[in-house]
């Protein structure tokens, strides 16, 4: 017999919240919105988030933060080294603590960090999220998404904080790595995919940092953003947008960084206005770790800590994390007369709603049995780690020396060719946790370059040297390292980023940079092993782009890996022996200069090429969408199936793809619009349709994109979404600046206003494989 209507399942979701929230006290309500976070004591306490520290003091044990049953558990096991057993068992006590505080027995949403795969000790480490961007595959990325999905909820968690989508600006930014790239469509259809792939298995996506994040003055971690309304809703905004109203997300998380003077934390515009009375929204908002409480010691736009929560209430928020900290001041400013009850219900139905959907009171569920211990790393998943590392390597540059010869003598030189840490992002397990442990093991088995390299070329004589740290300004080892090259038929030199937290890393969260020269030492040793004529690979493994204009001209080949994960040192090497014909894409360029230019290829005219204007060139050394491989592709017969289109119409754009290699490829074929003349500045190009196919040698496809007048539209000057008449060039083709096929069509009669509903914001794609005559 069904104790409660809440517990009803033929009831509508919106039935039984309405019933239980008629059942909470206003403490039990505040409760909902909250959260705790049980850290264990280990290592540097300033590691795991901003300013943890600060809030550890004072803070209340976790059953009196329970007493009135609990919103959210955060990071129950991605905050120690516990097996999965243990963390299981963990959370199934954390849970039986809030069932009892709760007088309904409601049980607490757990999340978790999940941008590289779970960030649990044990679990498959993926790429990091600018290694997604550079596979150009949303279908690879939505078979990531729902792997994470499964395992989360078969051991009991039922949220994850990802995707990222704030869209690069600045290269110096630390975050970089976490990012999909600097396109917002590039960003939106993966990020999409991530979503759907996730929440198919019952785990609810967290976009974040909403918005404007990347943005920040000088790439500085949580500095201010100063865009324009047009510049957030035309770029920042674009990924959000598609993931809410095409993926159907479940979570928002704010960003830290204040939007023009505003902090989104407190911002009802973007909460609730644009969220969800425009875009539809129906989720939760989650707040950034402790983001409510630097309304008031960061931001200063509320002079307490009960201002601050009766703001960003106010504004939209749903919940606190990572722990309840200012939301228990709710009740007095109640009762104060400062916050209206219905602000407070409005918030707590939502979370109602969504333990409901979960299915966390449906009648037999019990979380302090629910989890199950499982295999973190299987075969599988490390079989996808590796197809998914394969996928988004680039290969930049190739004057025959790649494919490696498989006897050759080769000098592995620089720290990244020894450093397995090196291919993890600042949210793995191994950087963000086990890093700050005396050991720095790795949580999963992480095989190096080296090793790789040795497996990959049993016939090779390989000697490995590091020459120099990767953070270290000692040059000592960079003579011996000069010698290895001299006596090695090709030095492979494997140079770039260790990733940390706040400072700790050369890349990730708080660890920005001046300029784009390599850190420490790194550029001295490339210097020194160019220098002895040895043919030289530079191999990159990075978390954001570096310059390599002084280099590029004395490589034979550049090799480009983002934080390609576990299994990184298998796909590098195997594209170094030719195993693997690479098809990553760039997406973000590869600037020349090292003296840190913010700008991406998203730019209008003065923020491009102007002779006689500026003595700076801001075009990148390789640019966005750019990579080869180790066959070439054709690009052919473009045709647009009409010359004018209504402002409300289509236009196929087609092109032939032809492999005229002597192996099989795989090949992003890249739409980008110009629109030559509009009303008010717009960019010179940009990126609104791609796919990634594969040809066999000398097969060809013919590739259909699908534009609709929607995705030509812009904010005019009045900023009202608009689809302007006027003449529209297409560019297809092999990267941003490949201007191989070129042609146009025309929008005919008055301007259409878009509005802010619904619209298209994906062009589809379609690929009919070609017969040759006769066959």
């Given at each position: ?7 009803d ?6 039935e039984?919240?309405e ?5 909470l ?5 505040i409760?909902?919105l909250g ?14 988030a901003p300013?943890?520290?600060?809030f550890?003091?004072g803070r209340?044990p ?6 009135h049953g609990?919103g959210?558990?955060?990071r129950a096991?991605?905050s ?18 809030v ?28 790429p ?13 990325i939505?078979?990531m ?22 869209v ?6 630390g ?5 999909l790239?600097?396109d917002?469509?590039?960003?939106g259809?993966?990020?999409?995919a991530y979503?759907?792939?996730?929440q ?7 976009l ?10 000088a790439?500085?971690n ?10 957030l809703?035309?770029?920042d905004?674009v990924?959000?947008e ?11 998380m704010?960003?830290?960084?204040d ?14 206005e644009?969220?969800?009375?425009t ?7 989650v ?12 931001h200063?736009v509320a002079g ?6 009766v703001?960003t ?8 994390l990572?722990e309840?900290?200012?939301?228990p001041?709710?009740?007095d400013?109640?009762a104060?007369?400062e916050?209206e ?6 918030a ?11 299915g966390?009171?449906?009648?037999g569920?019990?979380p302090?049995?629910a ?35 498989p ?14 840490r090196s291919f993890?992002g ?13 050991d ?17 070329l049993?016939?090779?004589q390989v ?6 740290a990767i ?9 011996a ?13 494997a ?24 850190p420490?030492?790194q550029?001295?040793?490339?210097e020194?092993?160019?220098a002895?004529?040895?043919?030289v ?7 954001r782009?570096?310059?390599l ?5 004395r ?6 890996a983002f ?10 090497a ?7 014909n ?5 997406p973000l ?9 913010p700008?991406t290829?998203?730019?209008p005219v ?11 060139d ?13 066959t ?5 017969d473009?045709t647009?199936?009409a ?17 005229t ?12 619009l110009s629109d030559?003349?509009?009303s ?6 940009r ?9 066999a ?6 590739v259909?994109f699908?534009l609709?007048?929607?995705c030509t ?8 979404r608009i689809v ?6 297409v560019?297809?083709g ?12 025309r ?8 509005g ?8 589809p794609?379609g690929?009919e494989r070609?017969?040759?005559?006769g066959?």
């Amino acid at each position: 017999m069904i104790a409660a209507p809440w517990r009803d399942p033929s009831l509508s979701t919106a039935e039984r919240a309405e019933a239980l929230l008629a059942d909470l006290t206003p403490e039990e309500k505040i409760a909902q919105l909250g959260s705790y976070w049980k850290r264990p004591e280990m290592g540097d306490a300033e590691g795991f988030a901003p300013m943890q520290s600060t809030f550890d003091e004072g803070r209340d044990p976790f059953e009196a933060a329970a007493q009135h049953g609990l919103g959210h558990l955060t990071r129950a096991l991605g905050s120690a080294p516990l097996d999965a057993r243990a963390g299981v068992e963990q959370l199934r006590a954390l849970q039986a603590v809030v069932i009892a505080g709760s007088r309904q027995g409601i049980p607490a949403i757990a999340h978790e960090e999940c941008l590289t795969g779970l960030m649990a000790h044990g679990a498959t480490t993926y790429p990091a999220a600018i290694a997604w961007g550079a596979s150009f595959d949303p279908e690879l990325i939505g078979e990531m998404a729902a792997r994470i999905g499964a395992d989360m909820r078969t051991l009991g968690t039922h949220m994850g904080l990802s995707p990222v989508l704030d869209v690069v600006r600045d290269y110096r930014w630390g975050r970089i790595e976490e990012t999909l790239g600097e396109d917002p469509y590039l960003a939106g259809m993966l990020a999409t995919a991530y979503v759907r792939g996730l929440q198919g298995e019952g785990v609810v996506a967290t976009l974040k940092h909403f918005a404007g994040h990347a943005a920040s003055r000088a790439g500085r971690n949580h500095a201010p953003v100063s865009i324009g309304r047009r510049e957030l809703h035309e770029i920042d905004l674009v990924p959000f947008e598609m993931a809410v109203r095409l993926g159907g997300a479940g979570a928002v998380m704010n960003s830290y960084a204040d939007l023009d003077g505003i902090a989104p934390a407190a911002s009802r515009w973007l909460l609730t206005e644009l969220l969800r009375d425009t875009w539809g929204f129906e989720g939760t908002v989650v707040s950034d770790y402790w983001a409510v409480n630097f309304l008031q010691s960061m931001h200063r736009v509320a002079g307490t800590t009960r201002d601050a929560a009766v703001a960003t209430l106010r504004a939209g928020m749903d919940v606190e994390l990572p722990e309840t900290s200012t939301f228990p001041e709710l009740l007095d400013a109640i009762a104060a007369g400062e916050l209206e009850q219905e602000v407070l219900d409005t918030a707590v139905r939502r979370v109602l709603r969504q333990k409901i959907a979960l299915g966390l009171l449906d009648p037999g569920h019990d979380p302090t049995t629910a989890g199950e211990a499982i295999d973190l790393d299987p075969p599988q998943s490390r079989a996808l780690a590796r197809r998914m590392a394969e996928e988004s390597v680039v290969l930049l540059r190739n004057e025959g020396a790649l494919p490696l010869a498989p006897g050759a003598r080769i000098a592995l030189l620089g720290p990244t060719g020894l450093e397995a840490r090196s291919f993890l992002g600042c949210y793995s397990f191994t950087n963000h946790v086990l890093s700050r442990l005396e050991d720095h093991g790795t949580s999963v088995p992480v095989p190096t370059l080296a090793e790789a390299l040795a497996a990959e070329l049993p016939g090779a004589q390989v000697t490995a040297l590091p020459g120099v740290a990767i953070n270290d300004e000692d040059t000592s080892g960079i003579p011996a390292a000069v010698a290895a090259a001299e006596a090695a038929d090709v030095a492979v030199l494997a140079v770039g980023d260790l990733a940390g937290l706040f400072g700790a890393g050369t890349s990730g969260e708080g660890c920005d940079v001046a300029d784009l020269r390599l850190p420490g030492s790194q550029h001295a040793l490339v210097e020194a092993v160019l220098a002895t004529g040895t043919s030289v690979v530079l191999v990159l493994v990075t978390g954001r782009p570096y310059a390599l204009g002084e280099y590029a001209d004395r490589c034979a080949a550049i090799v480009q890996a983002f934080m390609p994960g576990e299994e990184g040192g298998g796909a590098i090497a195997g594209v170094l022996s030719g195993r693997v014909n690479p098809s990553g894409r760039l997406p973000l360029g590869i600037p020349r200069g090292m003296g840190g230019q913010p700008g991406t290829y998203l730019a209008p005219v003065l923020a491009w090429v102007s002779e006689g204007i500026s003595n700076i060139d801001p075009q990148p050394l390789y640019p966005f969408g750019f990579g080869l491989g180790y066959t070439r592709f054709a690009y052919s017969d473009l045709t647009l199936s009409a010359e004018e289109i209504a402002a409300d119409g289509a236009v196929e754009i087609s092109a032939t793809v032809t492999n005229t290699g002597d192996r099989e490829g795989r090949e992003v074929v890249q739409l980008y619009l110009s629109d030559p003349v509009a009303s008010v500045v717009r960019p010179l190009k940009r990126l609104v349709g791609f796919t990634k196919i594969g040809l066999a040698a000398g097969e060809s496809a013919r590739v259909t994109f699908t534009l609709h007048a929607d995705c030509t539209s812009f904010l005019d000057e009045g900023y009202r979404r608009i689809v302007e008449p006027g003449e529209l060039r297409v560019r297809v083709g092999a990267s941003s600046e490949d201007a191989t096929l070129e042609g146009s069509f025309r929008i005919v009669g008055p301007v259409r206003e878009v509005g802010d509903g619904p619209r298209e914001l994906v062009t589809p794609v379609g690929v009919e494989r070609v017969v040759p005559a006769g066959a």
